[in-house]
């Protein structure tokens, strides 16, 4: 009884769709390419059942022929011929498109207010095909709607294509194209609709790139909606224009904001060869108030430098492009041979302009306590100073294609203003991304620093404005912060040594070939130079080496191993670390 019933649910699993047979297969004989893929999509898969493949056969000639009109060929031969002594059938679809049809005439006409205006022309300009042009029914498409679409992003809701016309005369192979487009009054922005008790009205108008009475444009609506959701206040905004209820054509916007959670907390654990393993907990109220204030405390701790920072921020003329913050930080770090405790506060004031540069005012004073061979120093400096910034980048914000970032900072400090010392310092810092072929990237760094002080001064530097070089982020090759002015000293045990104790000068370059090869793996080799050291000693440190880096979604993680080519006793280092170049 059971082996009857295995017969019957064999030919139920045989006959089943997803193991179905073709009943037929076809090929397309057709010297140009492109045009034969065009014919193949169109005729699609083979036909699996006798009854599909009746009606591929019946209908197969039209369906060729359409496929070539879309394209502009109107006096195509197709021959069809069958081979049905096979299991499946094979059928050979034989294809001479002969002469194309070309564009004749093209007319495109705008009326209204739409006439003349830029986008409009750059369209036209851009998607038009020319005269003599092979005709292609897509083409006309894409024109026709770039030109509908362009109108409803700038507000043309009542605008109509009264002519859209392809007339084609296949016995002379030619074509006319018509497009009228006539696009009526252009609506303006009218009032905002939103729940105004969450923040204070000036809050959200400065966030605003448009007034009342200003003529509609999407674009103008989807920047206010980003510049909403990047102040970070809310969890999700949605910016809507509510065409059904304009009005002497002033379109009403929605917008509706759903606030932000009031704190945020991370933890995060991570390791690199320069700081070591660190674990770091990071505290975030993103809206304190209705006037946008907000917080973030960070504590971070790995062996060589635990710190703790905690920023306030305070949004002025505007909640994005000009913040007022206030910090405060603690930080123990290694500084070549030199362990330096810093306590820190200071106010900041950051403006970012509309071509991409952030620049900032600030004042930090500054507490610092080192230690050198037993000798404990301990100096307070008040810093005012100015930073500029600008990075552009294009591609993968955590993989860009290219890019060129740049930071310059200078502060300075004077006796009787509130330091120990006298002082100017200035450092700046370059990064170059450019992608030189496809899988083919290079990247390029570059670090300078100076530091103007009184010869008597140099002692009283801190490790922190000294400089140092060295590291994964610096000279490969070389521990952290390993490079700067070496001098003798006597340690706790009476014996002498040679310590680091940085430098009042700091130039470092660095040149990096990557090789992708795949979207998960690249390859690397590079050579970094530079020194840190006191004027006028400038002694060049050399490192090269190879690395492997996997791609992840937050950034690079990177295994690189660099020789300290330019030592008196050269050795291999392993360097990890994680991230992208910006």
Do not use: C
């Not at 922005?189 to 200003?214: C, H, K, M, T």
């Not at 969890?235 to 932000?260: F, G, N, Q």
């Not at 991409?356 to 005012?361: A, D, L, N």
């Not at 006191?534 to 090269?544: P, Q, R, S």
């Amino acid at each position: 009884m059971r082996w009857s019933v295995f017969p019957f649910i064999f030919l139920v699993l045989w006959t089943a769709p997803g193991m179905a047979a073709v009943s037929l297969e076809y090929s397309v004989e057709l010297d140009q390419s492109s045009l034969r893929k065009n014919v193949e999509a169109w005729l699609g898969e083979p036909p699996e059942t006798t009854l599909d493949r009746a009606q591929f056969l019946s209908t197969v000639k039209e369906r060729v022929s359409n496929s070539l009109q879309a394209v502009g060929y109107y006096n195509v031969d197709v021959s069809v011929s069958v081979n049905k002594t096979e299991t499946p059938w094979q059928a050979t679809i034989t294809v001479v498109p002969n002469k194309p049809v070309r564009i004749e005439n093209i007319s495109v006409e705008l009326l209204g207010t739409a006439k003349g205006t830029a986008a409009f022309e750059n369209v036209i300009n851009s998607k038009s095909p020319a005269v003599g042009d092979v005709l292609h029914h897509g083409e006309y498409e894409t024109l026709k709607n770039s030109i509908l679409g362009v109108g409803q992003k700038l507000g043309y809701f009542d605008a109509v294509m009264s002519t859209h016309t392809v007339e084609v005369d296949a016995q002379k192979h030619a074509a006319s194209i018509r497009l009228r487009y006539n696009s009526g009054q252009r609506y303006r922005f009218g009032d905002i609709e939103s729940d105004e008790n969450q923040f204070d009205v000036e809050l959200i108008e400065a966030l605003r790139p448009f007034s009342d009475g200003d003529y509609f444009d999407l674009s103008l609506v989807q920047s206010f909606q980003g510049a909403l959701q990047q102040t970070r206040f809310f969890s999700s905004v949605i910016v809507r224009p509510e065409l059904e209820e304009a009005t002497d054509k002033a379109i009403p916007l929605s917008v509706r904001m759903y606030p932000a959670k009031r704190h945020n907390f991370d933890v995060g654990l991570g390791f690199s060869t320069d700081t070591e393993e660190r674990v770091s907990f990071t505290w975030r109220s993103p809206k304190l108030n209705r006037h946008g204030h907000s917080q973030e405390t960070r504590l971070e701790y790995s062996p060589v430098n635990p710190s703790g920072r905690i920023s306030y921020n305070i949004p002025l003329t505007h909640p994005l492009n000009d913040i007022l913050q206030l910090t405060a930080r603690l930080e123990d770090n290694e500084f070549g041979d030199i362990d330096s405790l810093q306590h820190e506060l200071g106010v900041r004031r950051e403006f970012r302009t509309a071509n991409g540069w952030i620049r900032s005012y600030f004042v930090r004073v500054l507490e610092e306590s080192w230690n050198v061979t037993g000798l404990n120093s301990d100096n307070r400096y008040l810093l005012p100073g100015i930073t500029f910034s600008h990075k552009r980048r294009k591609g993968l914000l955590v993989d860009p294609a290219g890019g060129f970032s740049q930071l310059y900072r200078l502060e300075g400090g004077a006796e009787n203003l509130g330091s120990d010392i006298d002082l100017i310092r200035g450092y700046s810092k370059f990064t170059a991304v450019s992608t030189l072929a496809q899988d083919h990237r290079l990247v390029a760094r570059a670090e300078l620093g100076a530091v103007v002080i009184a010869d008597s001064d140099r002692g009283n530097l801190a490790p922190s404005l000294s400089f140092f070089a060295g590291g994964s982020q610096s000279i490969r090759g070389f521990g952290y912060q390993s490079l700067g002015n070496e001098v003798d000293a006597t340690g706790n045990d009476s014996t002498e040594k040679t310590i680091t104790v940085g430098g009042d000068r700091l130039v470092t370059a660095s040149l990096e070939y990557q090789y992708y090869w795949n979207d998960t793996w690249r390859s690397a080799m590079f050579v970094d130079a530079g020194d840190a050291f006191d004027k006028g000693e400038f002694d060049a440190n050399y490192g090269a080496g190879f690395g492997l880096h996997y791609l992840t979604a937050v950034g690079a993680i990177k295994i690189e191993f660099a020789n300290s080519v330019s030592d008196d006793n050269p050795e291999w280092r392993l360097h990890i670390n994680i991230g992208a170049e910006f």
